[in-house]
């Protein structure tokens, strides 16, 4: 199988299991594959992209996720082989503020280091906030 071919399998994959989605509180990206009951059928998302397959005791599934820089180069390299519905989301999730892991580290303040409260602290060099 060519790596288009794989990129296109994998479109096709997210377009029926998968969702793009961008969390506020650390302006970081993901993007998930839907559910499996096996995390064979996922293993190969891993090996195309990178990320993780994690288990849900509750519901006894996997579901494969990537997030961050990644999870925006996945989401630019399946964009052309998705749906409208799909590529609205794509450009939705991408047209949110997003800092670099340099900008980000894991909601630590640039300027202290310490971690931030989510949603409600934010940093002393910007004007309005000051860190935990």
């Not at 949110?96 to 202290?112: A, F, L, N, V, Y």
Request: charged residues 20%; proline residues 5%; glycine residues 10%.
């Amino acid at each position: 199988m060519t790596f288009r071919e794989k990129i296109m399998r994998a479109a096709g994959f997210m377009e029926g299991e998968g969702s793009f989605t961008h969390f506020s509180p650390g302006n970081s990206f993901m993007a998930t594959a839907g559910q499996a009951r096996s995390p064979e059928t996922l293993q190969w998302l891993v090996e195309l992209f990178g990320g993780h397959i994690h288990h849900e005791h509750t519901r006894d599934m996997y579901k494969w996720s990537v997030a961050g820089a990644r999870a925006r180069g996945v989401m630019m390299m399946l964009y052309p082989f998705l749906s409208s519905r799909r590529k609205e989301k794509i450009r939705f999730v991408l047209s949110k503020p997003w800092r670099s892991p340099e900008q980000h580290q894991s909601g630590r303040c640039p300027d202290t280091g310490r971690f931030r409260a989510w949603g409600n602290v934010k940093c002393p060099t910007q004007s309005s906030t000051s860190c935990s």
